[in-house]
């Protein structure tokens, strides 16, 4: 079965639902959520597929991704997701009297996944010798 929106949708709802409901984000999941059109794009283009926009995706640019980088595609995604989580993770600690809340705490375990999240791809991208998230620097030799 060729992956598709739903599909991928549903997949990264399910490992981020919570996440991003808090940073306001839609989690809804009928293959046109508007807050996951930049991750799936940008995980499609990760992988060397072209995307018609790119802030979007479609089908059948999906339908491009071979089953067996499916995982790679979804984790990419994943990445993505998070980093746009933590850009909308804008509460701070509040304390009045007696009363405190700890905001700032959903994002730093966003962080700390996004941190495991990208140590797993690097770590997988140094064994099979590819390179999908650039540390900005360029490797002579």
Same mark, same amino acid.
Request: a negative charge.
């Given at each position: 079965? !060729? &992956?598709? =929106?739903? #599909?991928?949708?549903? #997949? ?10 808090? !940073?306001?984000? %839609?989690?809804? #999941? ?9 991750? /799936?794009?940008? %995980?499609?283009?990760?992988? *060397?597929? !072209? ?24 984790? /990419?995604?994943?990445? =993505? ?7 909308? &993770?804008? *509460? ?13 705490? /959903? ?8 941190? =495991?999240?990208?140590? =797993? ?11 999908? #998230?650039?540390?900005?620097? !360029?490797?002579?030799?």
């Amino acid at each position: 079965m !060729a &992956l598709t =929106r739903v #599909i991928a949708e549903t #997949i990264m709802v399910k490992r981020l639902g919570p996440m991003m409901t808090a !940073a306001g984000m %839609a989690v809804t #999941i009928v293959g046109t959520n508007a807050d996951l059109n930049d991750p /799936l794009a940008w %995980a499609t283009r990760q992988l *060397d597929h !072209a995307t018609a926009n790119a802030d979007t995706v479609t089908d059948a640019e999906l339908a491009s991704v071979a089953v067996a980088d499916y995982d790679d595609f979804l984790d /990419l995604a994943e990445y =993505r997701t998070l980093q746009n989580v933590l850009g909308a &993770l804008d *509460d701070v600690d509040l304390t009045v009297g007696p009363r405190s809340e700890k905001l700032s705490q /959903l994002a730093a375990q966003a962080q700390k996944k996004l941190d =495991r999240l990208e140590e =797993r791809l690097d770590n997988y991208m140094y064994a099979t010798g590819s390179s999908y #998230i650039s540390m900005e620097f !360029a490797e002579h030799g």
